[in-house]
T-cell receptor, first 110, second 112 residues
Framework: RKEVEQDPGPFNVPEGATVAFNCTYS??????FFWYRQDCRKEPKLLMS???SGNEDGRFTAQLNRASQYISLLIRDSKLSDSATYLC???????????FGKGTSLLVTP | DGGITQSPKYLFRKEGQNVTLSCEQN?????MYWYRQDPGQGLRLIYY???????QKGDIAEGYSVSREKKESFPLTVTSAQKNPTAFYLC???????????FGQGTRLTVV
């Protein structure tokens, strides 16, 4: 079983739509959670960390459910520039490395 | 400006040749990582290093080797033992206790 699983999509949504991505992780001893964004043929960049209480950054809201081992990312009022691949990332207690999901592809259309 | 630099951006090699990918950071980060990304796949960990002169195998270390002689540098050698080396290679660094990992721009290796 893959340690971090995401729906690969693609998600095709019109501008202004709200879209949600989900992610599950298998290791209950996980410490830190993140969403990274990766543009085509570029390196990943941190979008936001995910905290147990949930957190928001502008149009982006991240949620963590430790009991269900589930992470989500909500994007409101989608922009064309939001088109990218969104990577769910988990760091376990026992290690220092980041574990990546395969990513969810988002295409926002005019 | 502080950052993490990978070179070259594109690399072509003949099958059976070893090749070394460079990764340098001036962020004074302790930890450095090498990942491989194939089309439609997530990042898979090859090797990581938490401190100078120490490194650990990741999930797909076979056919690769690394060194960490200096804090700033973490080169990756793709050996002829790696059966399918064509991929996008990403180097990252992170300060111990820090949240964010910073990535270099990546090296696209094509073996022909």
């Amino acid at each position: 079983r893959k340690e971090v699983e995401q729906d690969p999509g693609p998600f095709n949504v019109p501008e202004g739509a709200t879209v949600a991505f989900n992610c599950t992780y298998s290791n209950s001893a996980s410490q830190s959670f993140f969403w990274y964004r990766q543009d085509c043929r570029k390196e990943p960049k941190l979008l936001m960390s995910v905290y147990s209480s949930g957190n928001e950054d502008g149009r982006f809201t991240a949620q963590l459910n430790r009991a269900s081992q589930y992470i989500s990312l909500l994007i409101r009022d989608s922009k064309l520039s939001d088109s990218a691949t969104y990577l769910c990332v988990v760091r376990f207690f026992s290690g220092y490395a980041l574990n990546f999901g395969k990513g969810t592809s988002l295409l926002v259309t005019p | 400006d502080g950052g993490i630099t990978q070179s070259p951006k594109y690399l072509f090699r003949k099958e059976g040749q070893n090749v070394t990918l460079s990764c340098e950071q001036n962020l004074n980060h302790d930890a450095m990582y090498w990942y491989r990304q194939d089309p439609g796949q997530g990042l898979r960990l090859i090797y990581y290093s938490q401190i100078v002169n120490d490194f650990q195998k990741g999930d797909i270390a076979e056919g690769y080797s690394v060194s960490r002689e200096k804090k700033e540098s973490f080169p990756l050698t793709v050996t002829s033992a790696q059966k399918n080396p064509t991929a996008f290679y990403l180097c990252a660094s992170r300060q111990t206790g820090g949240i964010e990992a910073f990535f270099g721009q990546g090296t696209r290796l094509t073996v022909v």
